[in-house]
C-alpha cells in the first residue's frame, strides 16, 4: 500500500493486535480488515497525528486491509478547504496514500434519515433548552441526571420539530435533538448526548444546505459502518464515548457486523505542545512565525525543519501503542531523526561564526598569486555511491571562532598559539602569531602549514589531538543559519500554571547572518538536509537560497539520557 511496509516490523505484538488476531480467529468480520484516519479539517497535522496516522495505516497494511483518510467535518464554524488540502499534502509526504477519501458531510442526508428513524423508534427528541441548561441538568459523578421536561414529546411532535430544525426556522440555539438513554447513566455520555445542533454557519462542503449538523458521537461511527471500517482506533479522552458508539450503532439496519473502537494513548512529546488549540493559539498571538516555523511540532513545521518522513515513521513504530498517556522524550524522536540523517545526508564544511586563518608559507604559483589547491573530500562515508567532491583550499581560510584560544583551558585540544591541528582533508597547520583588534579579540590567526601532510596525515606518524573544519575565504559563500533551541524551556510545558506560554524559551531561535559556505552548499536543493562537518544537520529552507535550518545537532542526546537512567 505504502513505501511504509519496508519499514513495517512483521514481529510486532500488541493489544491491538492481538485483537485483529482475535477477531480474524472469530472470523468477525469475515477477513476484513478497514480502518480509517480521521481528521478534523481545522488545523494542520503534528506529529500527535501522525503516531495515528502510522498505526491506521500499519493495521490495515498488516492485514492486506484498507485505510480511508475521513474528513471528520461536522463542525463548519472551525473548518476549513484549506486545511484539508494541506492534510492531503502532509499526508503524502508522511508516505502514505488513501485508499479512499471521504468527508463526514457526505453522509449528512444518511445520518438526517437515520435520525429520523431514531425518534420513529422513541429513541430520540427534540429539547428546547439552551446548551447550558443541558449541560448542567447532565449531573455528573454520584450526581444524578435531570430529566428534560421536553423527553417526553411524542414521535410526532419531534419529527415535525426535527424537520423545523433542518429547515431552519430556529435559531442557532434554541434547540437540539437528543438521543433518549438514561439519564441515571453511570457513563455520562449516555445520559441523553446532543445529536443535532443548529448552525447558522456555511459549511466548507456543504454551503448553506444544512442547518443543522449532527455531533463527533452522532457521525463518527455511522460513518465508519457506511465506509466499512472494521476497527476505528481512537485515543483514549474517547474511551467513555465508545459505549455511545455502540449504542448508535446498534439502532441502526446495517447489513454488515457494526465496526468498533478501540483506543490507544495520545502521543506527548516533552518540550512541546501537541494540540491544535495550543500551536493555534502560539501562532496566532505570534509567538512563532506560522504553522510551518521550524519550532513547531506540526508536520510542515518538521519538514520544513528537515526531518525525514522515515524518521517519524520508524519513531511511531517504536513507541508502539499503549493503553495509557506517556511523555515521550523529544531526544529519542531526534535521535530517529540522527540515525536516518547519518545515512543520507551528503557532508559539507560550513562556518557558522568565521575567524580568518591565514597560512603565511602558503605558496605562491609563477604570477605571484596564492597557489590554488583542491581538495578530495568524501561525500557521505556511510554510502560509497555518493562519491567525492573538490573543495578548493588556499592561504585564506575560515575556521570557527570556538576552534581557537588564547589561553587554551584544559582538555581543549584545538587551535591555540604554538599549537598545531589537523585541517579536515587539508593539512596540519601550527599557529605561530595571533592579530587581536583594540579589545584583545582576536581577529587573524596565523599558522605555517606542513607541506607534507596533504590529506592530514603526516609522514613521521606524529600526532595532532583535534581536527577542525574550515571554508576556503577566496571561495566561501555568505549565508545565514537559523538554529533551534527547545520551544519550551520544561519538560512539561505549563504544568506549574496551566498555561504552556509561561514556559517559553525566549531563546528558541538564533539567526547567524555571516556564515561562510564551501561552494557545493551553492547547489543544495531547497528542502534538502546536509550535515555541516561536527556542527549538525542543516536543511535548506524551501524558499530562500543559502538559509539554512538546524535539523539537529550531531550528539545524541537520547543515548546520554539513557546512560544516566534517565528518559521516559
Ligand atoms: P487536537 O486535540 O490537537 O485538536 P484532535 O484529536 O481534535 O487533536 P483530530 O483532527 O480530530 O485532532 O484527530 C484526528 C485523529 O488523530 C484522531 O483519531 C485523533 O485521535 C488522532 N490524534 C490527534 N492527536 C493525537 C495525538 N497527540 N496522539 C495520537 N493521536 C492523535
Ligand atoms: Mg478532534
Known sequence: MTEDELDGDESKSDYIRDLLLADAASERFQG???TRFPPEPNGFLHIGHAKAVCLDFAIATENQGRCNLRFDDTNPSTEDVSYVDAIIEDLAWL?????????????????YTWAELLISKGLAYVDDQSADHIAEQRGGFGRPGIESPFRDRTKETNLELFGRMCAGEFTAGTRVLRAKIDMQHENMQMRDPVMYRIRDERHHRTGDTWKIYPTYDWAHGQGDAIEGVTHSLCTLEFSDNRALYDWYLAQLPLDTPPPYQTEFARLELTHTVTSKRQLK?????????????????TLRALRRRGYPAKAIREFCGFIGVARTNARHDIELLESFVRTELNLSASRRMAVLNPLKLVITNWPTDSSGEPFSDVRNLVNNPENDAEGSREVPFSGELWIEQDDFKMDPPPKYFRLAPGREVRLRGGYLVTCTDVVC???????????EYDPETAGGAAPDGRKVKATIHWVDAANAVDGSVAL??????????????????DDLNEDSR??????KFEPALKDVAPGQVVQFERLGYFAADTDRDLLFHRTVGLRDEWARLQKQGGGS
Not at 493559539?281 to 511540532?297: A, E, Y
Not at 533551534?484 to 506560554?501: A, H, I, N
Not at 538564533?510 to 556564515?515: A, D, F, K, R, Y
Request: with cysteine; hydrophobic share 30%.
Open 510 to 515: 538564533e539567526v547567524l547572518q555571516h556564515c
Open 437 to 447: 583588534d583594540d579589545e584583545g579579540v582576536p581577529v587573524e590567526v596565523h599558522c
Open 484 to 501: 533551534y533551541e527547545r520551544l519550551f524551556k520544561t519538560q512539561l510545558p505549563g504544568s506549574e500554571t496551566g498555561d504552556p506560554v
Open 95 to 111: 508516505g502514505f496514500t488513501p485508499d479512499a477519501v471521504h468527508h463526514s458531510s457526505d453522509y449528512f442526508d444518511q445520518l
Open 281 to 297: 493559539k502560539l501562532v496566532d498571538d505570534g509567538v512563532v512565525d506560522g504553522w510551518d516555523d521550524p519550532r513547531l511540532p
Open 32 to 34: 476484513r480488515v478497514q
